[in-house]
Structure formats: structure tokens, C-alpha cells
């Protein structure tokens, strides 16, 4: 059977879940973002789906502990220095 995703052809891309991103949320509103995140980081661990992960000055604003603890051993944290789509 054919389905809409295959994890051969799949990557997940975790984008600045950062506690200073986070705090900007209402309080149950960053558990259910952070939660939900790291469930998506397990289910591409089982499905050996390559996780890409960028953070916003990563020296100033480290990843959520959370999310570093769910990510595969060795995973590059890309720090982006450029800001927007046009650039």
C-alpha cells in the first residue's frame, strides 16, 4: 500500500524551540508545543527519519532542555545567522 508520507523520502525539521521562543507562550500552550515536539523526535528516531535542527544565536538562546534530550546522540544544531526567506 501507498501512503502520503515515506520516512525513506521524509526529514524532520526542528525550527527554534528555544526557552526564550517558548516563554513566550501561555504556560500550557509551550508544555503542548514542547510535548508534541519531542513525541515527533521519537517517532523519526524509530523510523530513522533524519532530524535537521536550527536555532536562532544558539550562544544566546540555547535549544529547550527537553528537545536536546530527545534528540539522537551526535545531531548537529545548525545556528542560523541569516534571517528571513529573501535572504
Not at 525550527?15 to 517558548?22: C, E, N, R, T, V
Not at 500552550?29 to 515527533?40: D, G, H, I, T
Amino acid at each position: 500500500p501507498h501512503s502520503l508520507l515515506e520516512a525513506d523520502d521524509s526529514v524532520l525539521i526542528v525550527i527554534d524551540i528555544q526557552d526564550a521562543f517558548l516563554d513566550k507562550l501561555p504556560l500550557a500552550e509551550s508544555k503542548r508545543l514542547l510535548s508534541r515536539a519531542c513525541w515527533l523526535i521519537a517517532v523519526a528516531q524509530w523510523r530513522q527519519i533524519p532530524v535537521v535542527v536550527t536555532a536562532e544565536e544558539i550562544h544566546k538562546q540555547p535549544l529547550a532542555p527537553k528537545i536536546v534530550q530527545s534528540l539522537p546522540a551526535g545531531t548537529p544544531i545548525f545556528d542560523k545567522a541569516v534571517f528571513g526567506l529573501a535572504h
